[in-house]
């Protein structure tokens, strides 16, 4: 299956089916890579029933599918994918206060993600080989700023081309795995405060 890079939710009841805390959750790991029901209640400290519950809901409403099946010791082993990287409300859908509960639940899952990957990365990937910060193989930053929405917005379709250009094709023999991961929101107050 070639997942969609974003798909729209057009209907209410794919917002609704989404904006649920845990499906978040399950749907993190589908977007990542096919899980059985069972691989995902063991990830999630869930019962088989209550995971395969919203596997049927999720499937239900076309945000994931059936990729594969395997048969092993007798058992027909079923493998659920997202069907996108990315979920996204039509214009329609977002007054919606599930569209910005499923937003925020989006975020949250995505930061507590970015967790498991950095517990889980091989030691290697935080060695510093140089003081200078612009030589590191690693990144890790926060920032907080005072900006027009239009200048955000600009500033993120600027981010957004630059992230394509780390996808494009790279024969390099030493190329490695890295994990990226990005939020940026409005917030109420800067904690941190700029030296001037």
């Known amino acids: 299956m070639e997942q969609q890079s974003i798909f729209i939710l057009e209907t209410y ?5 989404i904006s649920d805390p845990l499906r ?14 069972q691989m995902l209640a063991q990830e999630l400290n869930l019962s088989r029933a209550k995971v395969l519950y919203h ?3 999720l499937e239900k409403y076309g945000i994931i599918q059936l990729v594969r099946k395997e048969e092993r010791g007798g ?4 493998f659920y994918q997202a069907v996108a990287r990315g979920f996204i409300p039509a214009d329609h859908l977002l007054t919606y206060v599930e569209s910005k509960e499923a937003t925020r639940q989006s975020y949250l899952e995505v930061i507590d993600r970015a ?3 950095v517990l889980t990365a091989p030691d290697e990937s935080f060695e510093l080989h140089s003081s200078h910060v612009e030589e590191w193989n690693n990144l ?6 005072t900006v027009s929405q239009k200048k955000f917005v600009e500033f993120t379709q600027k981010y957004r081309e630059l992230l394509k250009t780390l996808k494009e094709e790279d024969d390099h023999p030493d190329k490695q ?3 990226l991961m990005s939020t940026a929101f409005q917030i109420d107050e800067l904690l941190f405060k700029k030296d001037k």
């Open 13 to 17: 009841e794919q917002l609704k089916v």
């Open 24 to 37: 978040t959750k399950m749907l993190i790991h589908l977007v990542e890579q096919p899980h059985t029901g």
């Open 55 to 57: 596997l049927r809901e």
């Open 75 to 78: 058992n027909v082993l079923k």
């Open 115 to 117: 967790k498991t990957r």
């Open 140 to 145: 890790s930053l926060q920032t907080e700023f």
């Open 177 to 179: 795995h890295y994990y």
